[in-house]
């Protein structure tokens, strides 16, 4: 079975241009999540979709970041313009939802290996 | 979400257990002890949960004191390939929310 893509592994960017990143989740798994690493920090929470709805987006940054799961499969998130604070990695990544919360149910979530970008 | 504190660096010889304390003194009750690593360059993986009792799978144990404000993650054979940064998490089971990662600990295996 196919983990969680992502797409580009690298991308290098001048400030103030845009870049898309793309996550696959896993096949089936409703739930999909974007957390970032920037130098020297700790991995943040981004945002949550559920299908294609946004659950939870509490951690972006900014209103340079726009992310979209049209049809509940993949997801994009573009960054427009990017600034030099945006480098860092990118992750995403997805779990399967159940059909309600259980005493127990673990919060496995399967991750990608990231986008790292970097803004000059 | 309780807050969690761990060692930020650890060492072990390769073939012998690492034992990575976690320290979530404020942990509510049906608040669940989750364990990521993350290897270099790689998205992080998840090792093993728990709630109150011990738990054991094919990578780990953990290990919650009664009072669960303090968990250990047993890696009982470690690897060079286990030399990682490893996350505890204190979080709400079946929230299908977030995860809130700290700085972890880094955990070298030495040969």
């Known amino acids: 079975e196919a983990g969680v893509t992502q797409f580009p592994s690298h991308s290098v960017i001048e400030k103030g241009q845009t870049v898309t990143l793309r996550c696959d989740p896993i096949?089936?798994?409703?739930?999909l999540y974007w957390y970032r690493r920037v130098m020297g920090k700790e991995i943040k929470f981004l945002l949550h979709?559920?299908?294609?709805?946004?659950?939870?987006e509490s951690g972006m940054p900014n209103n340079r970041f726009l992310a979209e799961r049209t049809g509940g499969t993949y997801s994009t998130l573009k960054v427009q313009p990017a600034e030099l604070e945006d480098s860092g990695v990118y992750f995403c990544?997805?779990?399967?939802?159940?059909?309600?919360?259980?005493?127990?149910?673990?919060?496995?979530?399967?991750f990608g290996p990231g986008t790292r970008l970097t803004v000059l | 979400d309780a807050k969690t504190t761990q060692p930020p660096s650890m060492d072990c010889a390769e073939g012998r257990a690492a034992n990575l304390p976690c320290n979530h003194s404020?942990?509510?009750?049906?608040?669940?002890v989750y364990w990521y690593r993350q290897i270099h360059s790689q998205g992080p993986q998840y090792i093993i949960h728990?709630?109150?009792n011990n738990e054991t799978n094919e990578m780990a144990s953990l290990i919650i004191t009664e009072d669960r404000k303090s968990s250990t993650l047993i890696l009982p054979h470690a690897t060079l390939r286990d030399t990682a940064v490893y996350y505890c998490?204190?979080?709400?089971?079946?929230?299908?929310?977030?995860?809130?990662f700290g700085k972890g600990t880094k955990l070298s295996v030495k040969p």
């Open positions: 404020t942990i509510s009750g049906n608040e669940y």
């Open positions: 728990g709630l109150k």
């Open positions: 096949s089936g798994h409703d739930n």
């Open positions: 998490i204190a979080t709400y089971g079946g929230s299908q929310g977030n995860l809130i």
């Open positions: 979709f559920v299908k294609e709805s946004k659950q939870d």
């Open positions: 990544a997805s779990s399967p939802l159940t059909g309600f919360r259980l005493a127990g149910d673990y919060n496995e979530q399967f």
